[in-house]
């Protein structure tokens, strides 16, 4: 019996080893060509990974436009990730007078021809979900995300626009409607300057 299946085992091994052999049909090689070109980095990775490094935070947000704005300062390093697939921001910093940190992974996903985002932080348990698409210049990304919003237990979306001045300063922006508003407020700005 073990005679049996030891050659049972060589034959499918043979026949395995046989079919690798093979020169792949066109619709393999169409098929490896595809995933090839969603798999290399280009000029939209090239891009993010030129935020490496550790840049200065100036966050400004205001949760209720009849208050004031408040202001806090804080520290974000990002990484390339993925031999430049991706970037990883960490951020640490103060909000509503706690110690506040969070982490973003941002790509390029070249199957659909926009920026992705995911976002957490110390500030609830969901994962902020974010597409965008660059204007024409590419140094304006628009960002539209979605995230369980704590008060209403419901989706809530999100517009966002990164603005590149340079490779030492950019901005980002973020705009939400708030519960039973008609229009949208901007709730924060971040100035990021290299440090």
């Given at each position: ?38 798999a ?19 966050v ?6 009849s ?30 007078g ?33 597409i ?27 517009r ?36």
């Open positions: 019996m073990r005679k049996l299946f030891a050659l049972a085992a060589l034959g499918m091994l043979v026949a395995i080893s046989a079919f690798a052999a093979d020169a792949p049909s066109a619709d393999q090689q169409a098929m490896m060509e595809k995933m090839t070109k969603a290399t980095p280009g000029a939209p990775h090239a891009m993010l990974a030129k935020m490496a490094g550790e840049w200065t935070a100036t400004k947000f205001q949760m209720d436009p208050q004031p704005w408040q202001t806090s300062t804080g520290t974000s390093v990002v990484t390339v990730l993925m031999d430049g697939r991706y970037i990883q921001e960490s951020n640490t910093s103060v909000m509503m706690q110690p506040f940190s969070g982490q973003g992974l941002t790509g390029y996903d070249n199957v659909i021809g926009k920026y992705v985002s995911t976002w957490i932080d110390n500030m609830g348990t969901g994962i902020m979900t974010s965008g698409t660059a204007d024409a210049s590419g140094k304006v990304i628009n960002w539209s995300g979605t995230m369980s919003d704590p008060i209403t237990g419901k989706p809530t979306k999100e966002m626009v990164t603005t590149f001045t340079d490779d030492n300063h950019h901005t980002f922006d973020m705009y939400t409607t708030p519960p039973g508003a008609k229009k949208e407020m901007k709730t924060m700005t971040i100035e990021y300057v290299r440090k």
